[in-house]
Nanobody, 126 residues
């Protein structure tokens, strides 16, 4: 089954930057997304939406990250990024990407609905 794979997490000092990536590697095809969200879950807290890029609309951000984080998608539509600048200790969490639908870039055939990645840890030290 095709999976979403996040990368780019790590340990960074407060004020630093990281760029997360989300893609769906698969042999013999290229997977595209129109709508993608980045979520995070800190220890002891519920998962929350951080940023989303929505088909036919612009990006949307949680108030706490607006102006610091930027969500974007490559021109081909098969990798979504979350650029995180001016990181704060409260940004520390496991970050997940989620798409309601992934499809083949070649023929737009739906590959899978409702897919989460496995998460990538972001730790910001003070």
């Amino acid at each position: 089954q095709v999976q979403l794979v996040e990368s780019g997490g790590g340990l960074v000092q407060a004020g630093g930057s990281l760029r997360l990536s989300c893609t769906a590697p698969v042999s013999g095809d290229t997977i595209c997304f129109e709508t993608m969200g980045w979520y995070r879950q800190a220890r002891g807290k519920e998962r929350e939406l951080v940023a989303a890029i929505i088909s036919g609309g612009g990006p949307t951000y949680q108030d706490s990250v607006r102006g610091r984080f930027t969500i974007s998608k490559d021109d081909a539509g098969h990798t979504v990024y979350l650029q995180m600048n001016s990181l704060k200790p409260e940004d520390t969490a496991l970050y997940y990407c989620y798409t309601p639908r992934m499809f083949s870039c070649f023929d737009s055939m739906t590959i899978r609905y409702g897919t989460w990645g496995q998460g990538t840890q972001v730790t910001v030290s003070s």
